[in-house]
């Protein structure tokens, strides 16, 4: 008669010994460990983007808003778009290339725009506009 057993030739049963149960669980919890590191470091990336989107889209929204060229003079406007708190310095555009005893229709103004999120994420945007210059006539 023949026995189906799994014993060895010491008498003990087939399996897994506890040290190699204890170093598959260690391998396991190191590559869990591995894909939570990524899966964390992917979630502050896409805050990270988010937050800067939602910075870029109040800027638009600042810029959209400003008034009509002839009416936005030089000086410092301050304000608030949703949670964000921004600033718009309107100056003379300096360049160097620009011949200031040639008479033009048009004065460019430097517009900067400072925009500070409430983490403290800032983004600033430089931009110019013309403006009609009313001693040329138009």
């Given amino acids: 008669m023949c026995r189906s057993s799994h014993a060895d030739e010491r008498g003990r049963t087939a399996g897994?010994?506890?040290?190699?149960?204890?170093?598959?669980l260690?391998?396991?919890?190191?590559a869990l460990g591995a894909i939570?590191?990524?899966?964390?470091?992917?979630?502050r990336g896409t805050e990270v983007v988010e937050a800067?989107?939602?910075?870029?889209?109040a800027a638009r929204a600042v810029l959209t808003a400003l008034p009509?060229?002839?009416?936005?003079?030089?000086g410092?406007?301050?304000g608030a778009f949703a949670a964000e708190r921004w600033r718009i310095d309107v100056l003379p555009f300096a360049a160097d290339f620009v011949d200031p005893a040639?008479?033009?229709?048009?004065?460019?103004?430097?517009?900067?725009?400072?925009?500070?999120?409430?983490s403290g994420e800032i983004?600033?945007?430089?931009?110019?506009?013309?403006?009609?210059?009313?001693?040329?006539?138009?």
């Fill in 16 to 24: 897994f010994t506890i040290i190699e149960a204890l170093v598959a």
């Fill in 76 to 78: 410092q406007l301050r």
């Fill in 123 to 138: 983004i600033r945007v430089d931009t110019v506009r013309l403006r009609h210059n009313e001693g040329a006539g138009r």
């Fill in 102 to 118: 040639r008479p033009t229709p048009w004065l460019p103004q430097t517009i900067v725009l400072r925009l500070q999120a409430p």
């Fill in 68 to 74: 009509d060229r002839d009416q936005l003079t030089p």
């Fill in 52 to 57: 800067r989107l939602s910075l870029i889209g």
């Fill in 26 to 30: 260690a391998v396991v919890a190191v």
């Fill in 36 to 43: 939570a590191a990524v899966i964390a470091a992917n979630v």
